[in-house]
Each structure stands twice: as C-alpha cells, then as structure tokens.
C-alpha cells in the first residue's frame, strides 16, 4: 500500500493549486481555533488564579457614608460571610507643567491584619506604611508614566494639594480593566490608575473622616445574591446606597467575563465555518477525483483491491489535507497564541497572565481537521461502492442532459450566448454540486459583510458617539448635586463657553413585572443639543415632558414596549411619608437606540419631579472655544465640587487611535473570506476543466479563442456566486444578529443593522475572489494540450 | 489435466431503462489447468462479458460458474473481490496503468496486495524491462506498457491469467512480442492462460479456440500443433 501513497502524494503535487488552497482554508480555521482556545485558556486560568488567591468579593457596595464601627456587624446579615469597608474617591493629580488631566481612584488600604478581601498583589516595593504619606499605584499606570519607586504623586484632596511617596506597585483584582467611567471602552493608564492609601492616612484627609462610602462582601456558600441584597438594602437604607452589584455586574469583572465569553464563541464557531468551507472543497474534489479515476478504481478491483482498500487510498486525500492543514494551523495558532496573549497584557492588568505551550490544542485541533475531512472524504468516497469494476473500466456514460426551466423563456434564452447556455444547463446536470457551491459562496459572502459591519459597528460606537449623540466639548462631572441655575449662571461667563446644559444623572432600579435592572436615568433639557437622543434613522428625539424614554436593549431587558408603565426607585429620591415609599411608576414613551452605554431618559424637570428634588443637576455639557479648554481645565480641575473634567475631542482621539488597530482585525476576517471564496471557485474550476476537457478542447479546435472558452466556466460560476450572494444576505443578517445579542452587554450594545456600504463591499469582495480564481483557471485553460486531449481515448 | 474453470447455461442479460440485452445466451463451456486458450470473436459476441464473468468482475444472470469445483456464481461480492487478489491476473487492452506510478511501482502496487507474489525485480527482468523500471507509464512505448501490465498481472502469481485484446492497440511485431512473453509464462509457470480476440491469426498459437458468435459458442476447434507466436503474421 506504500505504493498507492506515492500516487497520492504525485496526484496532490499535479494539483497543487487546489490543495494549497484547501490546506490554507483548513489552516485558517485552527488557526483561529488553537490560538484563541489556547489564549481563552491562559486567561481564565490567570483569571481563577488571581481571584482566588486575592479573594475577590463576590458583592459591592456604593454608598454616601457608613460609621466605619459598625461595618463588622453587617457581618451578621444572614448569607454574608465576611464584609469590609473602604473608602474610594475619584481624585485629580497635580502637574505642574502638563496640561491633561490625569486622575486617581483612591481606595483606603485595611490594616492587613484585618484585611482579607480584594487582597493587593503587590508586583514591586511594598505596602505603604499607616499614617505615613505613601502610596501604591497599579502597575499599567506605574509602567506608562514612567514611575519609580521613590517619586512623589501630588493629589488634590478636598481642594488641597498633597504629596504622597510612591513606594510600590500592585495589582487588585477589582481592577484588572480599569475605566474611570463604564462609558469608557478603553482603559487609558496615561490618565488614569488606582491609587492605594493607608486607611488612617485616607482618613485624616477627608471630611467624612471615620465613614467609609464602600463595602464589598463575600456570600456563604449557597446564598442567593438576590436575598442579600434585599437585606442590605433595608439595613442600609439610611446611608444614601447608590447601589449594590453582585460580581458579575462589576464593571471589570464583567468586562474579562464578556471577553472570555466571545472569546470562547469566536474560538468555537470561527472554526467550524472556516472547516465547513473547507470540507465542501474537499467533497467537490473527491468527488471530481473519484468520478475521473474511474478507469483506475475498475483496475484496483480487478487486481483484486478489496473496497475497504480502495475507499481508505480515497480518504487519504482528504486526511493527507485534513492532517497538513490541521498541523499548519496548529502550530501557526500556537505560535499565535504568544502575541495575543501579550496583546491582552497590554488591556487586561492580570498578573498570572502568561503565554504557555499547549499542545493539547495542537492534537485537538488536527482531530477536529481530521474528523471534518473524514467526514467530507466518506460522503465523497461512499460512490466506489457503488462501482462494478467491469462497470468502472468503461467510461462513464455521458450525464444526461434535459433542457432547464429557464430555456421556457424562450426570449431570454436566445438572447444568452452559447457559452452561457452550456454553463446554465451544467448547473442544473449536477444540481448538488451546483448548490454546495452556492452554500459555500453565501458563507463567504455573509463573512465579508459581517466583517464590514463590524467597522460600522465600531463607528457606532466611537465617530457616531462623539459626532452626534454628545455633541458638548467638556462634560463637567460634580461631586455631589448642585442647585442648576447658579451653576449653569456661573459657568455660561467663564471666557470661551457658548453653551451650557445641566444634567441630572441619577442611579435607579427599574423594574417591570418580575424583571429588573439598575441603570442611571439621564435627566436632560427638552432643547438638550450637546447630548442628542437619536432614533434609527438619526433622527433627533426629544425627552418626553412626562414619563420616560427607554434604550432598546433595556426595554428588551425589561420585556416593556411603548405604554408600558415602569417602577422606578432610586436611592436619590425624597422620602414620601404617606405614599408607598420611594416607588413610584413612569410610563415609556419611546425606546430608543443607544450603543454606548445603558440608560433611561427623561426630561430633567421631570426627573426632578419625580425624586421630589428641587432643581439639581450632577454633571454640566459645556460647548466651547477649543482654544479656551485647557485655561478652562486648569481652572476648574482642582476645585472642590468637581470630580472628573471629560474633554471631548481628547476621548475621541484616544479611542480613534485604539480603533486603528481593531480595524486590522476586522479586514483580516475579510480577507480570510476571500481566500475560502477563492479557494472554492478555483477548485469548482478545475473539476469543470477536467471533467470537461474534451467538450472545452473542441472549442478549441472550432477556433474558439481561451477567453471565449473560458465564459463557459466562467457563466456557470457568475450564476452560482449571484445566487450565494443573494442567499446570503438573510445569512448575514442572522450572524450578524446572533453576534449583537451575544457581544451586547451594559456598557455598550452592538447595532445588529448591515448597512447597504457592507452588503455592497462583501458583494464586491467575493466577486474579486471569484475573479482571481477565474485569472487563475484562464492561465491552464491557455496551456490546454486540446489536439492531444482530443486524441487520447474517451 | 484437472478442471479449472467449468460453466454451465451462462447467461448475461444488461439493463438499460426498459430495454434489455441478452449479451450472453447460454454458454457451456470447461477450462483445464494449464491450458492456453483464445476466444474469437466480433465485437458485439460478448467476449468481453463472458471474460468479465470469468475474472469475477461481474456476475452472470443465470447459469453456473464454477472454479477448481467451487461455485462463483453464489459468491459474494467480497468473496469475488478476494477471487480476483488470488487466483486472476487481468491484462487489458489499453494497459491501464497507473499514470503517475513507475513501472515498478505498477508492479509493486499488485505485488503488495498477493500472499506468494513473484520477486518484483524477477518479473520485471522476464518482460524485459528491468532497465526501464524507474520511468513512468508515459514515458514508455506501448509495447513497453503492455509489458508492465503483463508485468503486473503475473507477479501476484495466479493460477489464470486474462487478457482483452492483449495486442489490440500494439503493431505487429510488439504484438508477437508480447505473445511471445504470454506463451513463456505459460510454459514456465503452468499457468492458464486465456485471451480473448477478433484476430483469428492469433488463435493458431491456442491449445483450444473458442469461437463466440452473437452470445453463444459456436464451435471450438483443437490445435494439434499451435504454432509459435513468431510464427504468426497479420
């Protein structure tokens, strides 16, 4: 049987083309699969390691102050195991001589004596001293402002300026993607960090010396959150609870988790598309290869070939492939997989985060190739059976060939030159293949197009945001509510501002039947022009002055449609005595889409209203000279009431340039596409050319240029790829709406609409790929030996 | 000289549609052990079918088949396959070679699949070919391909050899050449041999000629004195 392994081996050299084309679509999809599974793997173990070594808390609490002496006594509560408190402030740097704004989160540090929960991982120095002025930073803030133990950190605590001595690093598994604001999609350690502070040091510093305004909590094995919670919120009640999460609501927590969840996905379907396309190339071919060895099967059973025998030469087509292909993917996946997960360092701060060898995916990845390649090979290679060998040894009778439907329009079908005739009619003489063709082409098509909606997924989410939804050049963010008309007075005179335009962010718990969610309700003014609702078609929506507009994937959260009536508490909202207590109930006058963020809106007057507060806002849209800002910034980035100073232009031009390199991802899919789209046509090539070499030889003979002969592939081929792209857009939109509701999550939701640019670009896209694999087929049809075809015996 | 091929009533019906033909209408015929025979006929007598049958490439409708006393017609499809690795060495007219083997690696491929084959470079060296062992069919004169597949028959070492139109698509003299190599095996290796033909001249150089004439044996005629494949001319 070694013998029949060389002919293998010299038949796949003959046709290289094909093969290669087959083995790089099979290498693509364990490409995917093993590098993404092997990253997939390194950060959920980093992630369990790091959790449990640090003891992450599983609940987390906000709130405006708690007597730090009674935090150990909630651990009581039943369910709670045990219970810390902290205090974390949102606090500004002090630089002399630059100009952005970098800013701190600073969480007191428990003594370790009595320090359990959210434990610091400290990567360099060591932990600050109690009472001492020293600090820790976390390591991406550390490393990308170039910081060394030693150096000193000027914050502005309560309006004064204090100086504090970086003495080490460390890592807090609470922070593992640190965003300033959910809103952020990036972490930017240039501006941002978290900063660790003795807690008597902390407490010296502040007013509300001796209150901390954050618990986190680990739950009893078996308690349900849900039952704590209420529990927490009744005993909390007077302490001003802005909210309580459970684990999986923490901003980072949740953000690693999505990851790893479309990670996984990606990992799991990627593949298989890639392998599906794959395994369609390998049935046609077989299929072809078997149908033209015809002769030589007929000769293997007269010489005594068992079928066992022969099938098994067959298959090892496919698992020569299949195992090459699989092998290639494997160890460039394995290779792969070191870059990425460095790639991932860079976003995620998970100190156990390390490349490892895997070859596990390797063996896993060739026994997946193996399987989809045997599989195509048996459904190909099962016709063999079927052959007599006194059969096989004559050649096959000629496909019989009826006129189409088409040709009824008896108009329309003369107008079709003949070689379109000829490529119509093939289509429907093996109308199997012809329809696997069509498949294949329709999952080319919908990956190039989901791709290309990808990037307009990514405009939604970035350009869109910053050039029509906040639409102010400076958001003001205050550290308690103020009364609006004094604030907005006094900001409208400062040099440079045009406009200005209060804001009322107020966190509340929604709630319809038995769903419920915890959202911040944006208040904004019913002429609002620096924060633009807008509705599918771009259009501007105005808040309602009565009840409430809801986002789409919130009303889908909520299972509420327009009509609906909504309870609504919130934590910022006056005490009624006689009435039921803190509820009350809106009704949604719109859904309305948003990608970027979670929320309900309503007419600021109204949210006032409703919380019974008189006019108070929380943040200030400011539109203004651009040259004023920085005058501006420094003006007010110190002052007491104001927590955060966003400028617009600077996080549109961060997270452009973040964008930049996603963008490579999403073309790289695309051109990955475009190889399985050729590698399906050329192949589809070559099995016409060869099954028809005498029929395209003769053309050749009657005068007929290569070009010409080439049309009638090339009919068939353009019928079959219209066809694909035309099944294929109900394809794309069903990935695409599959990938937004897997991907969307609270911080943003992806748009699942295809804009007319994507289906045109994927249109486009596969006809290119269509059109190389065609120049490649005219090159053989040029060297077509016709005369010595035609000679040789049918 | 015992029985080696015996039938009896063979019949051989094809399908096609609605439409059947009777290809073979009848025949009853015995082979003995060592024997070299032709069967002459005209395209259409069915020959071919009658040596398909023989070889277990196919089944007859009706009738019996036996082979040293064993019954073919009942056999399996696994058993006729197991039939061919054994006993049959087939040589066809159009060589059918495995394009993109060597010479000897043609040879190899049956040598592999038989339990007492022949020594490869042996059977390679008797049709003369053991310097062109390592070039590929297309490189290769008919003559010389004929050669390899003969070659390729006999180095399974079976007990019957058959051949469709050996010479058919050969000159004169490669034709007598490659009768010249069939006889030596015959001699040499007491093999059975049988060939089938349209070529009457060839059939002075058989034991026994089988005439087949419209699906049924006409007449067989006994050579007393077969002359020897140099001798003939066409």
Redesign the interface.
């Known amino acids: ?4 392994h ?2 293998v081996i ?2 796949i050299k ?1 046709n290289k083309g094909v093969y290669v084309a087959c083995i790089i679509v099979i290498a693509i999809g364990l490409l995917a699969y093993t590098s993404m599974s092997i990253v997939y793997e390194n950060l959920e173990r980093a992630q369990q390691d790091f959790y449990q070594s640090t003891h992450f808390a599983d609940g987390f609490i906000q709130l405006t102050g708690y007597p730090e002496n009674k935090v150990q006594a909630l651990a009581n509560l039943p369910g709670i195991d045990q219970i810390e408190g902290r205090i974390v402030k949102d606090v500004n740097l002090y630089d002399k001589n630059s100009s952005s704004n970098r800013s701190l989160r600073l969480v007191s540090l428990n003594s370790p004596a009595d320090s359990t929960l959210n434990q610091l991982q400290i990567e360099d120095g060591r932990l600050p001293l109690d009472g001492a002025a020293e600090i820790l930073v976390d390591p991406k803030f550390y490393k990308a402002n170039h910081l060394s133990l030693g150096d000193k950190l000027t914050l502005i605590l309560e309006g004064k300026r204090i100086s504090f001595t970086i003495v080490g690093s460390a890592q807090s598994p609470e922070f593992i993607y640190a965003l300033k604001s959910p809103q952020d999609l990036y972490p930017d350690p240039q501006t941002f960090g978290i900063g660790y502070i003795p807690k008597n040091t902390l407490n010296a510093l502040v007013k509300e010396a001796n209150q901390v305004n954050n618990l986190v909590f680990t739950l009893k094995p078996g308690t349900d959150f849900a039952a704590v919670k209420d529990t927490l919120q009744t005993t909390l009640k007077r302490y001003g609870v802005k909210n309580i999460i459970p684990r999986k609501d923490q901003t980072s927590h949740a953000i690693l988790s999505n990851e790893l969840t479309s990670l996984k996905g990606t990992a799991q379907t990627l593949p298989i598309v890639f392998l599906g396309v794959a395994a369609i190339i390998l049935y046609t071919m077989l299929l072809r290869l078997i149908e033209q060895q015809r ?2 099967i ?2 293997l ?7 066992r ?1 022969i099938i098994r030469h067959y298959l090892s087509y496919p698992l020569f492939i299949g195992s090459l292909g699989g092998l290639l993917g494997g160890i460039l996946g394995i290779a792969l997989s070191f870059p990425l997960t460095t790639l991932y360092q860079e976003y995620f701060a998970l100190p156990g985060l390390r490349s490892t060898f895997s070859l596990k995916y390797l063996f896993l990845g060739i026994a997946l190739s193996l399987a989809f390649s045997l599989l195509s090979g048996i459904k190909g290679s099962l016709n063999i059976l079927r052959l ?4 096989a ?1 004559r050649p096959a009778a000629p496909v019989s060939t009826r006129k189409t439907k088409i040709e009824q329009f008896t108009s329309l079908w003369r107008k079709l030159s003949a070689q379109a005739q000829m490529g119509i009619r093939n289509i429907f003489r093996v109308p199997a293949r012809s329809l696997i063709t069509v498949l294949g082409m329709a999952v080319v098509f919908s990956l190039m197009s989901v791709s290309w909606s990808m990037q307009n997924m990514m405009d939604k989410l970035t350009t869109f945001q910053f050039d029509s939804v906040q639409t102010y050049d400076v958001k003001l963010s205050l550290t308690r509510p103020v009364g609006t008309k004094a604030t907005v007075y006094s900001l409208a005179h400062e040099p440079g501002v045009s406009k200005v335009e209060p804001v009322l962010e107020v966190p509340a718990t929604l709630k319809h039947q038995w769903y419920k969610k915890e959202v911040p309700i944006m208040g904004l003014t019913q002429d609002s022009t620096l924060y633009n609702i807008l509705d599918k078609k771009d259009q501007n929506v105005k808040v309602p002055p009565n009840g409430i507009l809801v986002s789409d994937r919130l009303a889908k959260l909520l299972q509420v449609k327009v009509g609906d009536s909504l309870t609504v508490e919130s934590p910022l909202s006056r005490e009624r005595i006689s009435t039921d207590v803190n509820k009350q109930t809106l009704v949604v006058q719109g859904i309305v889409p948003q990608y970027v963020g979670l929320n309900a809106f309503m007419d600021i007057q109204a949210l006032q209203d409703f919380l019974q507060q008189g006019e108070i806002s929380t943040s200030m849209l400011i539109k203004m000279n651009p040259e004023e800002i920085s005058t501006f910034k420094d003006k007010f980035q110190d002052a007491n009431l104001v927590s955060s100073i966003e400028d617009s232009q600077e996080s549109k031009d961060k997270i452009e340039k973040m964008m930049g390199s996603y963008s490579f991802t999403v073309y790289f899919l695309a051109v990955l596409a475009g190889i399985a789209g050729f590698a399906l046509i050329y192949n589809s090539s070559i099995i016409s050319l060869s099954e028809r070499q005498r029929e395209l030889a003769s053309l050749r003979v009657l005068g007929l240029t290569p070009k010409e002969v080439l049309r009638v592939i090339t009919s068939e081929q353009w019928t079959l790829t219209v066809c694909g792209i035309i099944l294929g857009i109900p394809l794309s939109y069903g990935l695409l709406s599959g990938i937004a509701q897997g991907l969307s999550t609270d911080l943003y939701s992806i748009p699942a609409e295809l804009p007319l640019s994507a289906l045109i670009g994927a249109a486009a896209g596969t006809l290119f790929s269509v059109w190389v694999a065609q120049a490649r087929t005219y090159r053989r049809i040029k060297t077509l030996p016709f005369v010595e075809i035609l000679a040789t ?1 049918e | 000289m015992t029985t080696l091929l015996e039938g009896k009533a063979i019949r051989k019906i094809f399908k096609t549609g609605t439409v059947e033909t009777e290809v073979l209408k009848g025949i009853d015929f015995q082979i003995l052990e060592g024997e070299f025979i032709i069967i002459l006929g005209q395209s259409g007598s069915g020959k071919t ?1 009658l040596l ?1 049958i023989l ?1 277990g ?2 089944q007859a409708t009706e009738g019996e088949l036996h082979y040293q006393g064993q019954p073919l017609h009942k056999a399996s ?2 058993e006729l ?6 006993e ?1 060495g ?1 040589i ?1 007219q ?1 060589y ?1 070679l ?1 394009p ?2 060597t010479a000897y ?1 043609n040879v ?3 040598a ?2 038989a339990e007492h084959p022949l020594e490869v470079e042996k059977v390679l060296t008797d049709v003369g070919l053991e310097d062109l062992k390592d070039h590929f069919p297309s490189q290769l004169s008919g003559g010389q391909q004929q050669r390899i597949a003969i070659a ?1 028959a006999i180095v ?1 070492n079976p007990a019957l050899l058959l051949c469709d139109e050996p010479t058919g698509a050969l000159d004169i003299q490669t034709g007598i050449q490659v009768l010249m190599a069939l006889k030596q095996l015959n001699q040499n290796y007491h093999m059975t041999i049988l060939i089938i033909t349209h070529n009457s001249e060839i059939a002075k150089m058989a034991d026994r000629v089988l005439f087949l004439k419209d699906g049924i044996i006409d007449h067989i005629t006994v050579n007393e004195h077969p002359l020897a494949p140099e001798e003939l001319t066409w």
């Open positions: 049987m070694v013998v029949l060389k002919k010299r038949e003959d002769g030589i007929g000769m059973k007269a010489l005594g070939f068992t079928n025998e007599d060998p006194s059969e040894m015996k | 079918t398909n070889g490439m196919t499809d696994a396959t197991l039939y061919r690795r054994k049959v087939f066809f159009h059918n495995m993109n083997l690696e190899k491929l049956a592999d699949i390729r399974k």
